[in-house]
């Protein structure tokens, strides 16, 4: 069986079992497989945590990995929907350009952004895609990957964009090390010189990260001197309170 073939299979056997649960017979009839090759697409399922048996019983039904998996999406939309109020207040308080971005493989996605009335500003980058190792949004990521992952990212070279690019693996997993420890992650001149920012994580219900907040300005002026720390504690709010509305179901008002 090829692999392309494995999934779709794997995929019938997950739709098959929405309905409620059943036996290994019905579910090797409504996929239309041998009943041993159910059997063992049950099997692989079940050790990933996609399908469990019932207790007691030998039929089975969907597993809590699907259903951690369905409550932990959260469509781009409405995370710039919940974010927007909380990025404008974090603009407005810090000076600077405020943004919003995303996991998209092995780079950050930034899906949000709101400006300044500040004469020099830094480019729109709503839309953009940058790696992850080289700007703080990604770095948060990172930092909350589990070993086996952040191993994976770290097998391919990593690309200098600056001189200041973290590219060593051993030099990239003490920083994350210590962005995972302190809940956020600056960065200086790595992605592009003359720029500095700072992102926090927006966290699941689950606690995974699922986005992140930055803050970002031309770093002759960003952070002035004496306001790092009250910056990173307004966009650790920031973060925190999207989290805690995303976990309760928050929606902003219509207008």
Same mark, same amino acid.
């Given at each position: 069986?090829?692999?392309?073939?494995?999934?779709?299979?794997?995929?019938?056997?997950?739709?098959?079992?929405?309905?409620?649960?059943?036996?290994?017979?019905?579910?090797? %009839?409504?996929?239309?497989?041998?009943?041993?090759? =159910?059997?063992?697409? !049950?099997?692989?399922?079940?050790?990933?945590?996609?399908?469990?048996?019932?207790? $007691?019983?030998?039929?089975?039904?969907?597993?809590?990995?699907?259903?951690?998996?369905?409550?932990?999406? +959260?469509?781009?939309?409405?995370?710039? =929907? +919940?974010?927007?109020?909380?990025?404008?207040?974090?603009? /407005?308080? +810090?000076?600077?350009?405020?943004? !919003?971005?995303?996991?998209? $493989?092995?780079? @950050?996605?930034?899906?949000?952004? @709101?400006?300044?009335? %500040?004469?020099?500003?830094?480019?729109?980058?709503?839309?953009?895609?940058?790696?992850?190792? *080289?700007?703080?949004?990604?770095?948060?990521?990172?930092?909350?990957?589990?070993?086996?992952?952040?191993?994976?990212?770290?097998?391919?070279?990593?690309?200098?964009? /600056?001189?200041?690019?973290?590219?060593?693996?051993?030099?990239?997993?003490?920083?994350?090390?210590?962005?995972? *420890?302190?809940?956020?992650?600056?960065?200086?001149?790595?992605?592009?010189?003359?720029?500095?920012?700072?992102?926090?994580?927006?966290?699941?219900?689950?606690?995974?990260? !699922?986005?992140?907040?930055?803050? %970002?300005?031309?770093?002759?002026?960003?952070?002035?001197?004496?306001?790092?720390?009250?910056?990173?504690?307004? +966009?650790?709010?920031?973060? /925190?309170?999207?989290?805690?509305?995303?976990?309760?179901? /928050?929606?902003?008002?219509?207008?």
């Amino acid at each position: 069986m090829s692999r392309v073939q494995s999934i779709e299979r794997a995929f019938a056997v997950l739709s098959a079992l929405a309905d409620g649960p059943i036996g290994v017979t019905e579910v090797a %009839h409504r996929v239309g497989v041998p009943k041993s090759t =159910a059997a063992r697409l !049950l099997t692989a399922l079940w050790h990933e945590g996609a399908v469990e048996q019932e207790a $007691g019983g030998t039929r089975y039904r969907l597993g809590p990995r699907i259903a951690d998996l369905a409550t932990r999406h +959260v469509p781009t939309r409405d995370l710039v =929907a +919940v974010a927007r109020q909380y990025l404008v207040e974090l603009a /407005t308080a +810090v000076g600077e350009v405020a943004g !919003l971005s995303v996991p998209d $493989g092995r780079v @950050v996605h930034y899906v949000d952004q @709101v400006g300044t009335a %500040h004469e020099v500003q830094v480019r729109d980058w709503t839309g953009s895609r940058v790696p992850m190792h *080289a700007v703080p949004s990604g770095q948060v990521m990172l930092a909350d990957l589990a070993p086996a992952a952040l191993d994976r990212f770290l097998a391919t070279p990593l690309e200098a964009f /600056t001189p200041a690019t973290l590219t060593a693996a051993g030099a990239l997993r003490e920083r994350l090390a210590q962005v995972l *420890a302190d809940g956020y992650a600056w960065v200086r001149d790595e992605f592009s010189e003359g720029l500095a920012s700072v992102a926090a994580p927006i966290r699941a219900t689950d606690g995974d990260v !699922l986005a992140a907040v930055h803050v %970002h300005g031309p770093s002759y002026r960003f952070p002035a001197s004496g306001t790092r720390e009250r910056v990173t504690e307004r +966009v650790i709010r920031a973060a /925190t309170r999207i989290s805690a509305d995303l976990r309760d179901g /928050t929606r902003p008002a219509a207008r």
